[in-house]
């Protein structure tokens, strides 16, 4: 059950690096109102997606709240802010703010709307927008702990491929990355110069995932796109000075908010273990 007195929602939140406005979610630890403590945050991408499944993609939620309140049952928890996506662009407004580039596919998404090809390059400012505006707004406003140390950025499918790109472009800010299911196929060459060619002065965790069955429904070979594309992600990643990584392949798993739910704890267990 969604406690409410934790959960709250602040609608029309501006983004003035994209000249939008979005709704932000805020869940809040255990024991937060009577406490005195500062917390980690994690911010996270496709917010209506991880809370309640009432307004869930799909009917099925990430299930934060009872992921986080269980796994931090006997200590200090953290603060999880979601980012809705928007409904620009006809519905493509994430694929326009979760990536730096254009899209840059080799196959044929012949079930898409044709205009998805023309998505993609608004993820720099995306990143701005958490870094410069709602990552000061949470901080004022609830009871944190800033440094990079506790940060984390994370989400699944583009939201997995900006929240890699976000650590990447600024290890200043977060130290910490959650990229499950990543679609390194909405433009693989962009992604993987940027892994390759990014130089990290500070250490950062990487936990990374994938199913083996990340077809979507689509009938072609989107889940060997998905696996190879991660598993050459994994050695670029492995490669790399001043990253540590956790990577699973999980057998069987589908691109579902269910799947992410059921490996959120993997990702809690690396990150504040």
Request: hydrophobic share 35%; with cysteine; net charge negative.
């Amino acid at each position: 059950m969604l406690d409410f007195d934790r959960y709250h929602v602040i609608e029309g939140f501006d983004i003035p690096q994209l000249e939008r406005k979005r709704t932000v979610r805020v869940y809040l630890p255990k024991g937060y109102q009577e406490s005195q403590h500062s917390y980690p945050v994690i911010y996270m991408h496709d917010g209506q997606n991880l809370f309640d499944n009432s307004v869930s993609f799909g009917g099925s939620s990430w299930e934060i709240p009872t992921n986080v309140d269980e796994f931090f049952a006997e200590r200090d928890g953290v603060i999880v802010v979601g980012i809705d996506n928007g409904s620009e662009f006809d519905g493509l407004c994430r694929m326009y703010e979760y990536s730096p580039w254009k899209m840059d596919q080799d196959f044929v998404l012949s079930d898409w709307d044709p205009a998805v090809y023309q998505s993609g390059g608004d993820g720099e400012r995306y990143i701005r927008f958490i870094v410069e505006s709602l990552k000061p707004y949470i901080d004022q406003n609830y009871r944190t702990l800033s440094d990079r140390n506790n940060t984390v950025i994370a989400g699944s499918s583009m939201g997995g491929f900006i929240s890699l790109f976000g650590a990447l472009l600024r290890p200043d800010v977060f130290a910490k990355a959650g990229v499950f299911s990543p679609a390194f196929w909405f433009n693989k060459p962009e992604m993987f110069a940027y892994i390759q060619n990014q130089q990290l002065d500070v250490p950062i965790q990487v936990y990374m995932d994938i199913g083996t069955q990340e077809s979507s429904g689509r009938g072609i070979g989107f889940e060997k796109i998905y696996l190879d594309d991660a598993n050459q992600a994994e050695q670029l990643l492995i490669g790399k000075d001043n990253v540590s990584l956790k990577y699973i392949v999980d057998q069987g798993a589908e691109h579902t908010e269910s799947a992410w739910a059921k490996r959120y704890p993997e990702m809690l267990n690396f990150f504040f273990s």
